[in-house]
């Protein structure tokens, strides 16, 4: 069975800095795009950044040039390092793969709260 789990979250203040890392485990033997959602109280889940297993990164408008997708195949694992926090950046973030060329995988997500 193939888990997603998700680490780094937690509270910054505004123009702070955080690191998300997210490992993908299990029955794996193939992992194409890797990325980041995030969905704030009463709004739709949203792109934040994905990476395909080569190739350019895509980001969302409204965390471009502040943040940086990257990923680690030896390790499975996609990170999200994060600068120039704003409050709106507040929400769940959610890691995603798709994995075995199958199935897209969740996470379970990650609070990053921005506030002072």
């Known amino acids: 069975q193939v888990q997603l789990v998700e680490s780094g979250g937690g509270l910054v203040q505004p123009g702070g800095s955080l690191r998300l890392s997210c490992t993908a485990s299990g029955s794996i033997f193939r992992i194409d795009t890797m990325g980041w959602y995030c969905q704030a109280p009463g709004k739709q889940r949203e792109l934040v950044a994905t990476?395909?297993?080569?190739?350019?990164?895509t980001y969302g408008d409204s965390v471009k040039g502040r943040f940086t997708i990257s990923r680690d195949n030896a390790k499975n694992t996609v990170y999200l390092q994060m600068h120039s926090l704003k409050p709106e950046d507040t929400a769940v973030y959610y890691c995603?793969?798709?994995?075995?060329?199958?199935?897209?995988?969740w996470g379970q997500g990650t609070q990053v709260t921005v506030s002072s």
């Open positions: 990476i395909p297993s080569g190739g350019s990164a």
């Open positions: 995603t793969a798709f994995i075995n060329n199958r199935h897209n995988y």
